[in-house]
């Protein structure tokens, strides 16, 4: 029998509604008698190796309420990514401070290191559940419908296109967004949901699971540009041509790399600029203005899915749920039942550790610059209540009198 001692940790890149989760597992397991202690590991796995614990059995609930409503990750967060090595420090720590029940509230790292601090847990002997309580802004968690977080970050996107794309119209020219994705392209294609008129923008959209042609890029620019007098672009940081080479490092002269050796994608606005300059001096635009997103759509304070905030919370109290009766380790996974409803499952943890799901094809239109009718069926419903609106005025002209 798991002894009365819980952990959770949050891991990854921070989301709207990670506290939803994290104060789900709190107070949901002060629902079972033989819960004694919920601590909280600051940092996610860098924590628990660095035994940096808080208690949140002494938190009150009304504000574990307030934490849960506010973005980021309460915990702190981590980009370690631990190998198997790791993943025993972290045992040796659960194991000492005679942790019953661990939580790891992450992606597809998350899983994994869930996976085999589990399969340690196993091999000594020790009673320990492990659960996996999924988040991600990229939507590429496997065995999901969906993962929290990402409802509020395409929500975000799909409004800051709407704007980008009120203010194009008002100033034409060409105006390029560069959304967060590194495989997967979901919440690029968020950006298609701030359509309202049939020559709105993104009048273009390019996902990491098409190949990027610069060529043909530019062409698509000019035909567009030729039709509307303007033109709206999203494009994923993560596209790449055939061979899979990001097109920021075909393009950059130096580019970052990150922790894990990956050419640094998010955060650095050079995809932005070098699409504005190729637009600029092949097909001699003169207005043509980039943005790259970056972090902002992660835990913007302003702008979250009530659907999301409310299924993450749920997905926390489904976590412990599984711990207390379930009797075994797993990832939960939301599943999506009816027009609009979901349901729970735990899935085990090798069939979502460390896969990555990618936009399935019929979400995405046949030249590939487009989603379809499909995609924006999915995704509406994540969005939440209160989506605004954008209007024009009717086209009712006078005539002229000096120009005729």
């Given at each position: 029998?798991?002894t009365?001692k ?13 506290n ?11 629902r ?6 919920i ?31 506010t973005?980021s ?10 190998d198997e090595?790791y ?13 019953g029940?661990?939580?790891y509230?992450g ?17 000594a ?5 492990c ?11 496997v065995?999901?419908d969906?993962?929290?977080g ?26 390029v967004?560069?959304?967060?994705g590194?495989?997967a ?9 701030g359509k309202?008129?049939?020559?709105d ?6 996902l ?35 061979s ?7 393009l ?6 990150d ?6 994608l998010?955060g650095?606005g ?6 504005c ?15 790259t ?14 659907v999301d905030?409310?299924?993450?919370r ?5 976590a ?11 990832s939960?996974?939301?599943k ?13 943890l ?12 019929e979400?995405?239109?046949a ?13 509406r ?13 009717r ?10």
């Amino acid at each position: 029998m798991a002894t009365g001692k819980i952990l959770v940790a949050q891991g990854g890149g921070p989301t709207a509604v990670i506290n939803q989760s994290l104060v789900g597992v709190a107070l949901e397991a002060r629902r079972f008698g033989q819960i004694g202690h919920i601590y909280g590991a600051h940092h996610g796995v860098r924590g628990i190796v660095d035994e940096d614990f808080v208690d949140l059995t002494q938190e009150t609930s009304h504000n574990l309420e307030h934490v849960a409503n506010t973005p980021s990750s309460a915990l702190g967060s981590t980009r370690d990514k631990p190998d198997e090595a790791y993943c025993r420090e972290i045992f040796k720590v659960l194991q000492a401070h005679q942790i019953g029940h661990f939580f790891y509230i992450g992606g597809n790292d998350s899983s994994d290191t869930v996976r085999i601090v589990s399969q340690e847990a196993r091999l000594a002997h020790y009673d320990l559940r492990c659960v996996h309580i999924p988040k991600t802004i990229d939507n590429d968690l496997v065995g999901n419908d969906h993962t929290p977080g990402f409802p509020s970050a395409a929500r975000f996107v799909a409004q800051a296109f709407a704007g980008a794309n009120l203010d194009n119209a008002a100033l034409p020219g060409v105006y390029v967004g560069v959304v967060m994705g590194r495989h997967a392209g979901f919440l690029t294609a968020a950006s298609a949901l701030g359509k309202k008129f049939p020559d709105d923008g993104p009048h273009l959209i390019y996902l990491p699971e098409r190949v990027f042609d610069l060529n043909q890029f530019l062409a698509d620019v000019k035909t567009t540009y030729e039709k509307y007098g303007r033109c709206v672009i999203a494009v994923s940081e993560g596209i790449h041509d055939a061979s899979g080479t990001p097109i920021t490092a075909l393009l950059a002269k130096e580019m970052e790399h990150d922790a894990h050796g990956n050419v640094q994608l998010s955060g650095n606005g050079a995809l932005a600029d070098l699409l504005c300059e190729e637009i600029k001096s092949k097909l001699k635009i003169k207005r043509v203005r980039g943005d790259t997103f970056g972090y902002l759509q992660r835990s913007f304070i302003g702008c979250v899915s009530d659907v999301d905030q409310r299924e993450a919370r749920e997905v926390g109290e489904k976590a412990v749920q599984f711990a207390m009766w379930g009797g075994r380790d797993g990832s939960v996974a939301i599943k999506r039942t009816g027009f609009y409803s979901v349901d729970y499952e735990l899935l085990a943890l090798e069939d979502v550790a460390g896969k990555t799901r990618v936009m399935e094809d019929e979400f995405i239109s046949a030249n590939g610059t487009d989603v379809t009718d499909a995609f924006r069926l999915y995704l509406r419903p994540l969005l939440g209540s209160g989506m605004p609106d954008a209007f024009r005025l009717r086209h009712n002209p006078v005539a002229k009198v000096l120009r005729k």
